[in-house]
């Protein structure tokens, strides 16, 4: 997931980023490059119930930048999850879309190309 938004981040820049998902504001700032290492991070998984399924889209930005700077060790399930319950449902709101691209542009199946509003 990380990888994912930095890459993401990238593509779009850091204000449309910031502009569609609504998070990166104050100490948080998804604008910046910050890795939070787990097993040095001070909050513990046993005094937060990591959510599933559509307990995700309840998350309040906070929440989400926190799981999204590492705060909490996520499965590739729980990061999937993230992304498409708590994440993508913002960025639709603010304009984005997704596309598959042409056969023979990617090899890899179920591949999604994910567009910035007005592209």
């Known amino acids: 997931m990380e990888e994912f938004v930095a890459k993401l981040?990238?593509?779009?820049?850091?204000?449309?980023?910031?502009?569609?998902?609504?998070?990166?504001?104050?100490?948080?700032?998804?604008t910046v490059?910050?890795?939070?290492?787990?097993?040095?991070?001070?909050?513990?998984?046993?005094?937060?119930?990591?959510?599933s399924g559509k307990a995700w889209s309840e998350l309040s930005t906070e929440e989400i930048i926190k799981f999204v700077n590492g705060y909490f060790r996520l499965s590739?399930?729980?990061?999937?999850?993230?992304?498409?319950?708590?994440?993508?449902?913002?960025?639709?709101?603010?304009?984005?879309?997704?596309e598959k691209p042409d056969k023979g542009v990617y090899e890899l199946r179920q591949r999604l190309v994910f567009m910035i509003p007005g592209v």
């Not at 204000?15 to 998804?30: F, P, R, W, Y």
């Not at 590739?76 to 999850?81: G, I, L, R, Y």
């Open 9 to 30: 981040k990238a593509l779009a820049g850091p204000n449309s980023l910031v502009q569609a998902v609504g998070i990166g504001k104050g100490k948080e700032d998804l």
């Open 76 to 98: 590739k399930a729980q990061a999937d999850e993230l992304f498409w319950e708590a994440v993508w449902p913002r960025l639709l709101a603010k304009g984005w879309h997704s």
């Open 33 to 51: 490059v910050v890795i939070h290492p787990t097993k040095t991070n001070p909050v513990s998984t046993s005094r937060y119930e990591i959510p």
